[in-house]
């Protein structure tokens, strides 16, 4: 063979290889799993079991973390619907607020 069908064999290869990995679900997929990758819900309620940090990172611009109080990153957004605190309802309210919306 020559140099240029052994290149174009080469990178026939790596496609195939690299093919089930760029179709790897990001929620968790495994490799080759033949998952589709679908964009997650952005809306509040229906992601309850998710950390506020990763929610704002995935799902609202940059500008919110500048008001957002630090202590409630970690929190899940189940956690801060139910904080009845006048910083929980800060934060609910910053989460929802459609100026921040990506």
Known sequence: MNLKKLTQLAFVIILAI???????????????????ITQQDC???????????SYISRCRK????????????E????EIDRDKSADGKKVKKLLNDG???K
């Open 99 to 101: 100026r921040f919306k």
């Open 43 to 53: 809306e509040y309620d229906n992601n309850l079991s998710e950390t506020a940090d």
């Open 18 to 36: 690299a093919t089930p990995v760029l179709l790897t679900a990001c929620d968790g997929g495994s490799i080759g799993s033949g998952s589709v």
């Open 75 to 78: 929190k899940t957004l189940g």
């Open 62 to 73: 940059a500008g919110i973390r500048r008001t957002f109080p630090g202590e409630y990153y």
